[in-house]
């Protein structure tokens, strides 16, 4: 199991923004897709975006035109940058790896972002 550990939650006012951080524990990182989701309070956790091992980048409509997701291999890094938030933004965001020829699909424990003025 790779151990992933989230930070760069916090709170910040509409409009802001934030970038969070998934550091990786294992070199299978390079290998892995990856991606960041976020269930709010009383909601399913749902994908936010994710990145493939080749840097392919998908995003949720929601989320399109202000979230940014990155990697660098090299830190066993993944990044989301978060611009112009809104407070429908506010959840706990989970980092991913998602590795199928092996079977592993990990999780952190997540990093709370909250949205308010």
């Known amino acids: 199991q790779v151990q992933l550990v989230e930070s760069g939650g916090g709170l910040v006012q509409p409009g802001g923004s934030l970038r969070l951080s998934c550091v990786a524990s294992a070199s299978i990182f390079r290998d892995s897709d990856m991606g960041w989701y976020r269930q709010a309070p009383g909601k399913e956790r749902e994908l936010v975006a994710r990145v493939s091992s080749g840097g392919s980048t998908n995003y949720a409509d929601s989320v399109k035109g202000r979230f940014t997701i990155s990697r660098d291999n090299a830190k066993k890094t993944v990044y989301l940058q978060m611009n112009s938030l809104e407070p429908e933004d506010t959840a706990v965001y989970y980092c991913?790896?998602?590795?199928?020829?092996?079977?592993?699909?990990?999780w952190g424990k997540g990093t709370l972002v909250t949205v308010s003025s």
């Open positions: 991913n790896l998602h590795q199928p020829v092996l079977a592993m699909n990990d």
